[in-house]
């Protein structure tokens, strides 16, 4: 195989693993969810595309949404509990 049809390969692949990546949440996870019956589940599909969308932001994205998440969490109790857990305060 020649540098031509490798490339032409890899593209192929890329493409497909794109493709999977992108649209496998909206095919797979409805699946699961009937064939577990747990409608819970589809929540899943929301999570993936949120988890793709902060891949994308930069990187105080994280650091806003762990402190954000941490204070909705029992009516803003759960960051000093956060914070007597990791600072053995």
């Excluded at 493709?19 to 969810?33: D, E, Q, R, T, Y």
């Amino acid at each position: 195989m020649n540098l031509e049809q490798r490339l032409w390969v890899f593209n192929l692949m890329s493409r497909i693993s794109m493709i999977i990546s992108k649209f496998g949440p909206i095919a797979i996870v409805p699946l699961l969810a009937f064939k577990f019956d747990n409608s819970w589940l589809l929540f899943g599909i929301l999570f993936s595309y949120f988890g793709s969308i902060v891949n994308m932001l930069k990187q105080w994205f994280y650091i806003i949404a762990t402190i954000v998440l941490f204070c909705i969490g029992d009516y803003g109790q759960s960051l000093p509990v956060f914070q007597r857990i990791v600072y053995h305060a």
